[in-house]
């Protein structure tokens, strides 16, 4: 019996992994290079989180979620972010509507009803509209006219930001960057992936792609599989570790945080460290989390959670650097 | 299965962690050791064995409240082999009560991982790192020990000559201390007496005991010399005071009070020839001469004031016959004093005693037996004797004089001559005068240079320091700071602001 359990839970990693790969090599039809963005969102959609993409346009950001709603499956949509966007753009309004005599609300739902949603730029929009944003992520539903409205599950929101032209943009405040599980940075693509860019969108048909994840449901079995990979107290210490390191006034922080830092990473940010572990440690062919998978993990989950002091902006230090300085002496 | 490969390399650790534990100890203890030896000059291989010992106890105890756990042993070898904390994982799940598929799965795919896994090659044996200082510490120790016992002189049985003259010396200062009256001079004698007596004793297990007891010796009486030549021309200055009080005998005072004693003499043989029978003189004469003979004791000039004093009031009135022949006899005592100045053999009577007995020590005469040789360590007293040529009488040579057969040992040192019986000057050094000098102006008078210093009033002083203020306000200015929007290119230069307030370390 317990070698039958075994079996099959060995079964399911490797389908685990099949899956992941499989979701992986259809993205990278249409995206070229940017493996670490690709694998980024993958884990966030197979973990539950969502995910911040930030970089300069015409990067493929877009590409890559409608590309992946395609492939898995999900429903998707898009939000333009500006302005004068209002709330009930996104999340939807009750409407009058009915025959003569029987007239009612009928809530009308807004393009935030979707499995996968790219909120895109979503720092120029206000906060009163972001804010709207803020409880469907962290809630998986709406509220509308005094209603709940659940969201459909999976549910993913890919919002991405310009890191250019700031000007009249409203940065997104600490608390609603705390809801992406990741911030992935989308680099420029070097000069072989801008030919292999331009020979395919300047040729003949794209590929066809090829649906992976089968429905809905099956995406949300895999999220379940993944948060009982198990993990060792003294590995999980080292996720602990590296969080407190991050806040200025604590003993375990780093010199270059002490100076730099303002605010540390949040429990959410230990909590995508772990998940996001957890996937990375399926897809080596291991039924554990390391602390090379949370080590792994720590870019996308903590850059987006530290927020540099006015010493360290001026300084120009990113993130990044005081969280490889973490990395490196804890 | 991985408990168990946990728990031998766990042995390795607590047996690795005692060496290294033990080297650090052993060198500070071998240092301690060293102090040791050096303070106590005690046995040094106790020192050392106790040093081990005592460092290997420690490194024991400490090694045992500091051996790793399982589970730090495990993510030791875990980070230095790079297994995926596959031990620490296996650790953990191997002790969980209720385990899930995935649990099994986990442990199963690590066992599987580390089947040919070699645990040892990850916990070598090694020297620990302090060996190089351990092997210095004792190199240094055992020469630090070696090399003052090998190039040591041979400790030598105290010199008996030497202790006996010693002895005789503090029996001297004994004696002398006894009689000692209100004389400052004495009492100097006395304790330099002693202090020969000391350090003659602390140099008698050298090779140059005798040497030492010689130059002390040497040195003690060409202090009684000086002590004596010194009493002598005090002895005169009072017989001029005292033949001043006189009419007949003033001019003779006077000589002698300058120095001149063959003057005075004269003058004396003069007022001799010339006595004018006064009463009032003779009284007054014969006054002073009674005093001085009772300053003077027993010695030469004593004795013949002494007799002045007596003829000048047995004498009839107006006879002249016994008070001429006594100051005639004054003045051959005062030529008789000036020559014994000159060789340094008049002066106090003690202090005449002493410098007998120093050269009777020197000569091993006195207390000693003369005719034994010091050489067979059978003489008392005597420091340098030699058997004279010819089957007589021992004679005493003084060092540097060859046999010995040569006149009395000693007789130059009697004779004053400066250098001792070693060839050295024996005179102490004179001390140098004191100078004195005070300088001459006028006070009140000439230029006087001022300047008014300028500092912040009282009133305007701050009353907390720069540094305390800067803290208290760093935490306002900075959330400040970061809450404001400023723009890029300003950035830069609000930081330097801040930067060139900040206090200085």
């Not at chain 2, 004793?201 to 130059?215: F, M, N, P």
């Not at chain 2, 000693?368 to 009488?393: C, D, I, L």
Request: hydrophobic residues 45%; proline residues 5%.
């Amino acid at each position: 019996m317990m070698n039958q359990n075994q079996n099959q839970t060995e079964a399911d990693a490797e389908a685990f992994r099949t899956l992941f790969l499989n979701l992986s090599s259809e993205l990278e039809k249409r995206i070229v290079g940017q493996r670490e963005i690709i694998e980024g969102v993958l884990v966030a959609l197979l973990v539950g989180g969502h995910v911040l993409l930030e970089g300069v346009p015409g990067l493929g950001k877009t590409m890559l979620v409608r590309t992946l709603a395609e492939v898995a499956d999900l429903e998707f949509s898009r939000i333009q972010f500006t302005p004068d966007l209002m709330p009930s753009d996104i999340v939807g309004t009750n409407l009058i509507a009915g025959e003569e005599g029987t007239r009612m609300f009928e809530f009308q739902p807004g393009p935030i009803f979707a499995n996968l949603v790219l909120a895109d730029e979503i720092n120029r929009a206000t906060p009163k509209t972001q804010s709207a944003l803020l409880e469907a992520m962290q809630e998986h539903h709406v509220t509308v006219g005094g209603r709940q409205h659940p969201l459909s599950e999976p549910f993913l929101v890919l919002a991405t930001q310009n890191p250019l032209e700031m000007e009249g943009t409203y940065p997104l405040p600490e608390a609603q960057l705390d809801r992406f599980l990741f911030k992935l940075k989308v680099a420029y693509p070097s000069a072989d992936e801008l030919h292999t860019i331009l020979d395919r969108t300047t040729g003949g048909e794209h590929a066809p792609l090829k649906k992976v994840s089968g429905d809905a449901a099956g995406l949300l079995r895999w999220r379940a599989f993944v948060r009982e990979v198990p993990m060792a107290r003294e590995v999980q210490e080292r996720a602990v570790q590296i969080v407190l390191a991050t806040h200025p006034d604590r003993p375990e922080a780093s010199e270059k945080a002490k100076r730099y830092v303002r605010y540390g990473a949040s429990p959410r940010g230990a909590q995508a460290l772990i998940l996001a572990g957890k996937i990375y440690a399926l897809l080596d062919g291991r039924f554990h989390v390391s602390r090379a998978d949370l080590e792994r993990a720590v870019l996308p989950a903590l850059r987006h959670r530290v927020l540099l002091n006015f010493e360290g902006e001026a300084e120009g230090i990113s993130t990044d650097e005081i969280l490889c300085d973490i990395v490196s002496r804890v | 299965m991985i408990r168990n490969l946990l728990t031998q390399l766990r042995r390795r650790r607590a047996i690795q962690l005692f060496l290294d534990t033990w080297a650090k100890a052993a060198v500070a203890a071998v240092l301690l050791a060293g102090l040791g030896v050096w303070l106590s000059s005690g046995s040094a291989a106790w020192w050392l064995a106790g040093a081990v010992a005592g460092s290997a106890a420690a490194a024991a105890l400490w090694s045992l409240y500091r051996r790793p756990t399982l589970a730090e042993v495990a993510a030791m070898i875990d980070r230095k082999a790079a297994t995926r904390d596959r031990l620490s994982t296996a650790l953990a799940f191997e002790a969980l009560g209720q385990r899930t598929p995935l649990h099994d799965a986990a442990l199963a795919e690590c066992e599987a991982a580390l089947r040919d896994f070699e645990p040892q090659r990850w916990t070598p044996w090694r020297l620990p790192r302090e060996t190089p200082w351990l092997a210095v510490a004792l190199g240094g120790v055992l020469l630090a020990v070696w090399l003052p016992r090998h190039f040591a002189p041979p400790v030598l049985p105290p010199d008996a000559a030497a202790v006996a003259t010693a002895e005789r010396l503090e029996q001297l200062a004994n004696t002398l201390e006894k009689e000692k009256t209100e004389e400052d001079q004495l009492a100097e004698v006395v304790e330099a007496i002693r202090q020969s007596a000391s350090r003659l004793r602390a140099e008698a297990t050298t090779v140059d005991a005798q040497k030492a007891a010689l130059r002390e010796l040497s040195g003690l009486e060409a202090m009684l010399e000086a002590a004596q030549q010194a009493s002598q021309e005090e002895a005169l200055a009072q017989l001029g005071e005292a033949l001043a009080e006189s009419e007949a005998t003033r001019e003779a005072g006077k000589a002698l009070e300058k120095g001149d004693a063959e003057g005075a003499a004269e003058k004396l043989d003069q007022a001799a020839r010339e006595w004018d029978e006064k009463k009032q003189q003779e009284e007054a004469l014969a006054k002073a001469m009674q005093q001085l003979a009772q300053q003077l004791g027993g010695s030469q000039l004593g004795s013949a004031a002494q007799e002045m004093a007596s003829a000048l009031r047995q004498q009839p009135q107006g006879q002249r016959g016994s008070a001429g022949e006594a100051l005639q006899k004054l003045a051959e005592a005062v030529r008789q004093a000036e020559a014994a100045s000159r060789s340094g053999q008049a002066g106090n009577e003690k202090l005449q005693k002493m410098a007998r007995a120093m050269q009777e020590m020197k000569t091993g005469q006195g207390q000693g037996q003369p005719g034994r040789n010091s050489a067979e360590g059978e003489g008392e007293a005597g420091v340098m004797m030699v058997e004279a040529p010819g089957g007589g009488a021992p004679k005493a040579a003084a060092p540097g004089s060859g046999d010995g057969s040569t006149g009395s040992p000693g007789s130059e040192l009697d004779q004053g001559t400066k250098p001792n019986a070693l060839g050295a000057t024996a005179v102490p050094d004179p001390v140098e005068p004191e100078l004195s000098a005070q300088l001459q102006g006028l006070l009140g008078e000439g230029e006087t240079l001022q300047s008014l210093i300028a500092t912040a009033s009282g009133e305007a002083a701050a009353k907390r320091g720069y540094q305390a203020i800067y803290e208290a306000a760093l935490p306002a200015a900075q959330e400040a700071v970061n809450q404001e929007k400023i723009p890029l290119g300003s950035r830069l230069l609000v930081k330097r602001y801040f930067e060139s307030i900040r206090p200085k370390p």
